[in-house]
C-alpha cells in the first residue's frame, strides 16, 4: 500500500489510520488472476472472479474485498490491478531461467496464448496519478497497454538473462494443467527448494488467453504507459 503520509497496514485502515493516511492506492497484482467464470479473453473492472488455482492468488482479491468493505474515515483507498510486472532487475523469472537453462522449459500450446503485463515504472506512474486523481474505492487495471502470444514475450525478456528459448518443446494444456498439480505438490510434500519445470502458477499465466482493459485508468487516471517493451527490454540486456 502506498500512501502520502506514513503507511497504513490493512489492520490500521479502520480507527487509526485516519490521521496517518490521506490517500492509498493499493497494488493488487492480478499476473494470474482467477479464471474468469465468463469466457471472456477480455477482462475489465466488471469481470466476475473465477477460481484461484494457487494460493497467491486467492490472497490478493480477499486482502482487495476486505480492504473496500473497511470503515475508511477520511481515508481514501484506490484499487490498482496490474498484471504480470516486469523490468530491470526483476527476480520472478528467476525460476524459469533456471528450468529453461537446465533445458526442461516447455511452452504450453506452443506459447500462443495471450498474456497481458506491465512495466514496473509505467506502474510507479499509475500508482503517482491514483493518489492525486483516483476515484475513492475505484479499482483500475493497469497495463503496458500490448497484449501479446507469451512465446513473444517471455523468448525476448529471457533472452535478456542470456536464454534461448527457440528450440524449446511444447506441451498441451489439456496435459500440462494436471502435470503441474501432480508436480507442485509433490514438491511440497517434499519440501524441495527448487520449482518443478512446470507449476500451477506457470499453467494459469502461460496457458489461458488473458488480456486485461485499461479504459478505466486512461480516462480516470489520465494514464499513459510510458515504457515500451523495446525500451524496457533495452534497458533489462544492458543492466
Not at 506491465?118 to 500508482?127: I, K, P, R, S, W
Request: with cysteine.
Amino acid at each position: 500500500m502506498i500512501c502520502r503520509r506514513p503507511p497504513c497496514t490493512p489492520r490500521a485502515s479502520r480507527p487509526g489510520c485516519d490521521a496517518s493516511c490521506s490517500s492509498a492506492p493499493r497494488p493488487s497484482p492480478r499476473a494470474v488472476n482467477a479464471v474468469p467464470s465468463s469466457t471472456s479473453r477480455r477482462v475489465d473492472e466488471s469481470t466476475p472472479e473465477g477460481r484461484p488455482n494457487i494460493a497467491y492468488s486467492r490472497v490478493k482479491p480477499a486482502t482487495e474485498r476486505a480492504l473496500l468493505k473497511a470503515r475508511s474515515g477520511k481515508t481514501e483507498l484506490v484499487v490498482l490491478r496490474p498484471p504480470f510486472i516486469w523490468g530491470r532487475g526483476m527476480t520472478t523469472i528467476n525460476e524459469m531461467v533456471e528450468v529453461a537453462e537446465g533445458g526442461r522449459f516447455a511452452w504450453i500450446d506452443d506459447g500462443r496464448h495471450i498474456v497481458d503485463f506491465v512495466h514496473v515504472e509505467n506502474l510507479a506512474g499509475a500508482a503517482i496519478l491514483a493518489l492525486t486523481r483516483g476515484r475513492h474505492q475505484g479499482i483500475y487495471y493497469v497495463t503496458d497497454g500490448t497484449p501479446m502470444p507469451i512465446r513473444d514475450f517471455l523468448t525476448p525478456l529471457l533472452a535478456t538473462r542470456g536464454v534461448d528459448l527457440s528450440k524449446s518443446r511444447s506441451v498441451p494444456l489439456a496435459m500440462a494443467a494436471p502435470m503441474a498439480a501432480m508436480m507442485d505438490r509433490t514438491a511440497r510434500l517434499l519440501r524441495r527448494k527448487t520449482a518443478p519445470p512446470l507449476t500451477n502458477w506457470l499453467v494459469g499465466f502461460a496457458g489461458r488467453d488473458r488480456s486485461y482493459d485499461i479504459t478505466a485508468a486512461r480516462k480516470e487516471l489520465g494514464y499513459s504507459p510510458d515504457v515500451t517493451l523495446e525500451k524496457g527490454l533495452s534497458e533489462m540486456s544492458f543492466s
